[in-house]
């Protein structure tokens, strides 16, 4: 008995989930905004124009607002640890969307 119950824990560690919150969804949030700001850093130099310049800034904010809106109605919900965490370390835009795979 004892080693069937080790063996249907260890088949089951990565599978381990717990309820998304709030403060989950702001962290992430956070956490693209910087990515976004890491990720454009680059565009702004190729940028010519002031005005495209504060398109890409613009773009990175509504893009960190849709999210934080998509996070909130998933509040409650299960999360997978590994995706969680998964989100919490994405450094990059591209980090975020393999999170998603």
């Known amino acids: 008995m004892g080693l069937l119950l080790a063996a249907t824990s260890v088949m089951f560690t990565g599978c381990e989930e717990r309820t998304l919150t709030d ?13 976004w700001g890491r990720d454009a850093v680059a565009a702004r130099k190729l940028a010519d124009t002031e005005d495209l310049g504060g398109f890409i800034g613009a ?14 109605a998933l509040v409650g919900q299960p999360i997978s640890e590994e995706e969680l965490t998964c989100l919490r370390n994405a450094q990059t835009i591209d980090d975020f969307e393999e999170c998603r795979r």
Request: net charge positive.
């Open 23 to 35: 403060r989950d969804c702001l962290m992430i949030q956070e956490r693209i905004e910087a990515a």
């Open 59 to 72: 773009e990175g904010d509504r893009l960190a607002q849709r999210w934080g809106k998509r996070c909130g």
